[in-house]
């Protein structure tokens, strides 16, 4: 990935955050496991360019972001700006890279201390990274960039307070902040989400113009894909810590590729009352990265995941509870009754054992093929291989799953198996008897 | 009550809030209705008075301001009636659901608690096992399986824990439901799972809902109807695909103009931003920032016209022809307004 314009090359870039056991844990050292909130993230952004972070809430989008500027450690990995490694710099040389690297956060009532004047707090940069203390000068470099970002005059904000301005009035001042080092990079962490919708394309429009006056480049992290679609160059598609499709704007929404675009694609509300609500959504949310899914991390919400997707006891657990959430009372019990303890399904594994109430796997097996009867479109049969009754519950044995990885697909990069040549051409399994 | 009249009409109602500066007029002579089975969706930019019009609806509006007209749920006017029996409404016949659902569930308490505490509040009649069996019906319908039951709130995700929110709120079937922003704070993903949710609870239980929130995109998906809010007053207000496909009122233009979608090619936004209620400009409150206004708009207060297409707007593009006085048609001199005067 050595692009002579490369701007940014970050490669297998992963963050884990240890997660905080008991007292008694970490005593002994035992390993109580770590949030995945990166994890093994590549792609370089072209000078000039807007590249576009997408994702759901949890996907990582800000820790990868926060990460850029090393307000993170990562875990492993590497990141260039301008050729120089960021991760290898000492604690003097990562204060002069963030001249180069400025963040804007999504809540700009947080971003600015409320006891500072705007003077004060657009000045700030100047006087922490030394550039000059002189205050006629800070006050004529803050006010020409007031200017800039539409706070005009710039004499009746100079002395304001964040809590006198309007929610887009600070993050025109939290703009301002960030440029007036003129910056190379500028990471935008969903700078327009919290506003109200008629602000969006007044701020939009001010960061585009200020990408043209200063030659800035930028990583523009959103949930909200019509703002991507407008803003960005390119887009990588995030989901749990990972990088799932990623290519040109227009080729991602041209030609969306990965299941999970998809549905995002689909679920958006469009004000164009010609569409209607979409019935096919995924199922349930974005599970914990402490415990990623096996495999694929989408399959378990994925409408097409077929047997290499890496199916688990856990969406075995998830499919009895699902079933039972909509069937009613009466069908929970009465099944729920057979089955023993089912906190073994918990685990992450490819084998597990379904406990019986009864002390025979024989219940539990017919049971299980009674509910593939039932609802034998549901994407979990294609990946168990067996279930064999025993002794106190039946086994089940489920197909391996493969780990996708991002490979060129038409004009992006896609990581799913439904575009790996090997394994798609398995034919699906069929539901074992 | 007509069998088919409105369960929520909602009759001039104004709604002030006391400060230092003098009265803010947040709710400024508002009329609408809500039938069974019908979503009704109020948009408008921030501080244009929708939250109040949802909490002036149901009695909840803090201390230190005040309220008039008339709020007849199924022919009862709520203004009037005790804040004891208003209490026991609220459940059975009209709920409310909030934006931050974590703020609304007592982290102390099982989710099963929250359930039972509400159900038995209005029906103390009622077996256990019926309680129980009427919460299960309500969190499966919003895909929480029983199993998780007795969990506190913390334990569930943002997602989760909204609908938990929804399913206490929709567990005593109200007649009339008001949810104020419910998925702003949520995932594309999520939204579109409520929103769904939302569309079954007027298909299967012919509720009644006021959905507050600033995309229109939802209102165009899930809203029978839309009423546009602007400086405490209803600018336009009818059928959501007629509106969103010809909107009357300048201002619903300009807002459906300023939505970034899929299909925005360029960007476009309405100069300025709300006025403040305490001193709003006077005759049409809009007339500052409207890109149509005309002189008569700065002399008097627009008169609500009824259209052709079926809704309803104040402006005066639409008459009546004979009050606008002469030369009143004459495009109005406005002052400029500076890039960042905005919400
Ligand atoms: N300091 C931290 N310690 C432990 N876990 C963390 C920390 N910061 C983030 N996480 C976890 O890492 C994951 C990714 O979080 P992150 O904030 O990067 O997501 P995001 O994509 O920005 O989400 P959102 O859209 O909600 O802002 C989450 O599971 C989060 O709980
Ligand atoms: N408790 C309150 N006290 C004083 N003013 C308030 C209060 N709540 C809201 N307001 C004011 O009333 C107006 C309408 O607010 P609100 O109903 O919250 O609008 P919206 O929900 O459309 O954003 C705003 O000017 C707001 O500042
Ligand atoms: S690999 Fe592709 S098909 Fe399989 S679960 Fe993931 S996204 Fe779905
Ligand atoms: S009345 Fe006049 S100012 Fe008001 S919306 Fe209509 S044209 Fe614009
Ligand atoms: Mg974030
Ligand atoms: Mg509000």
Not at chain 1, 170 to 190: C, G
Not at chain 1, 233 to 246: P, S
Not at chain 1, 255 to 278: C, E, G, V
Not at chain 2, 254 to 277: D, F, K, M, W
């Amino acid at each position: 990935m050595a692009d002579a314009g490369a701007l940014l090359e970050v490669e297998d870039l992963q963050v884990h955050f240890p997660l905080r056991g008991s007292f008694g844990a970490r005593l002994v050292g035992k390993d109580v496991g770590a949030v995945q909130a990166v994890d093994g993230i590549s792609f370089s952004v072209a000078r000039g360019e807007v590249l576009g972070i997408v994702g759901e809430s949890g996907s990582g989008k800000t820790t990868l972001g926060r990460a850029l500027l090393r307000l993170v450690d990562p875990t492993g990995g590497s990141i260039r700006l301008e050729g120089e490694d960021v991760l290898g710099l000492r604690e003097r040389e990562v204060r002069a890279m963030r001249r180069k690297v400025q963040m804007v956060f999504q809540d700009p009532h947080a971003s600015l201390n409320p006891a500072m004047t705007i003077e004060t707090a657009v000045g700030h940069p100047l006087r922490i990274h030394g550039v000059t203390r002189d205050r006629a000068d800070i006050r004529n470099r803050v006010s020409a960039v007031l200017e800039r970002v539409g706070l005009s005059p710039p004499d009746q904000y100079l002395g304001k307070y964040p809590s006198d301005l309007s929610g887009g009035q600070k993050q025109r001042a939290v703009l301002a902040r960030a440029v007036i080092l003129s910056p190379s990079l500028l990471v935008a962490d969903e700078p327009v989400s919290m506003l109200d919708m008629s602000v969006r394309a007044k701020i939009l429009e001010l960061m585009l113009g200020l990408k043209n006056d200063l030659d800035l480049t930028y990583v523009y992290i959103t949930h909200d894909l019509a703002t991507a679609k407008f803003f960005c160059d390119r887009v990588a598609i995030m989901y749990l810590g990972r990088i799932v499709e990623i290519g040109a704007t227009e080729e991602i929404f041209a030609n969306p590729r990965h299941p999970y675009t998809q549905s995002l694609l689909r679920a958006i509300p469009d004000p164009d009352p010609s569409r209607s609500i979409p019935r096919d959504l995924p199922r349930g949310e974005v599970p914990d990265a402490a415990e990623p899914p096996l495999g694929c991390r989408f399959h378990p919400r994925c409408p097409k995941a077929f047997a290499p997707c890496g199916w688990e006891a856990r969406d075995l657990h998830d499919m009895l509870e699902q079933r039972w959430a909509v069937g009613g009372q009466e069908l929970f019990e009465a099944e729920r009754l057979q089955l023993g303890d089912l906190a073994g399904l918990d685990q992450p594994g490819s084998r597990a054992t379904v406990p019986s109430a009864t002390g025979t796997g024989d219940d539990v097996a017919t049971l299980l093929d009674r509910i593939r009867e039932d609802d034998s479109r549901e994407r979990i049969w294609h990946g168990i291989e067996s279930i064999t009754p025993r002794p106190g519950g039946a086994v089940i044995e489920f197909h391996p799953g493969h780990d996708p990885v991002l490979r060129p697909v038409g004009g992006a990069e896609v990581a799913c198996h439904l575009y790996d040549p090997e394994l798609a051409e398995v034919p699906e399994q069929a539901p074992p008897a | 009550m007509s069998a088919n009249g409105p369960v929520l009409d909602v009759r001039d109602l104004r709604v002030w809030y006391g400060s230092t500066r003098g009265a803010v007029r947040a709710v400024d002579g508002v009329s609408i209705q809500i039938r069974a089975g019908e979503v009704l969706g109020l948009v408008g930019e921030s501080g244009c008075g929708k939250s109040t019009l949802g909490r002036g609806v149901m009695g909840l509006l803090p201390d230190g301001s005040a309220v008039d007209g008339q709020v007849l749920f199924q022919d009862t006017d709520l203004l009037k009636v005790s804040d004891r029996q208003l209490r026991r409404m609220r459940g059975p016949d009209i709920a409310l659901i909030f934006q931050e659902p974590m703020t609304r569930l007592n982290p102390l308490m099982r989710i099963e608690d929250h359930f039972s505490e509400t159900i038995t509040a209005h029906e103390p009649k009622l077996s256990k096992a019926e309680v129980r069996r009427r919460s299960l019906e309500a969190l499966g319908g919003m895909g929480i399986p029983p199993t998780r039951f007795r969990n506190y709130p913390h334990e569930f995700s943002g997602g989760m824990r909204q609908r938990i929110m929804i399913a206490l709120a929709l567990v005593l079937r109200p007649k009339l439901v008001i949810a104020d922003e419910p998925t702003t704070a949520l995932d594309v993903l999520v939204e579109a799972q409520i929103l769904s949710i939302l569309a079954d609870l007027k298909r299967n239980f012919d509720t009644a809902l006021l959905l507050i929130t600033h995309n229109l995109g939802i209102v165009a998906e899930a809203c029978d109807r839309v009423a546009v809010m602007y400086a405490g007053r209803i600018a336009e207000e009818g059928d959501a695909r007629t509106v969103f496909s010809q909107p009357a009122h300048p201002y619903t233009r300009e807002l459906l103009r300023s939505v970034i979608s899929l299909n925005t090619t360029g960007l476009h936004y309405i100069p300025g931003a709300p006025p403040s209620l305490i001193d709003p400009p006077a005759a049409c409150k809009f007339h500052p920032r409207c890109p149509d206004a005309m002189r008569v708009c700065a002399q008097l207060a627009p008169v609500e016209q009824r259209l052709s297409a079926g809704q309803r707007v104040e402006c005066w593009l639409h008459g009546p022809g004979d009050r606008i006085p002469e030369g009143g048609r004459e495009p109005l001199e406005q002052e400029r307004i500076a890039v960042a005067e905005e919400a």
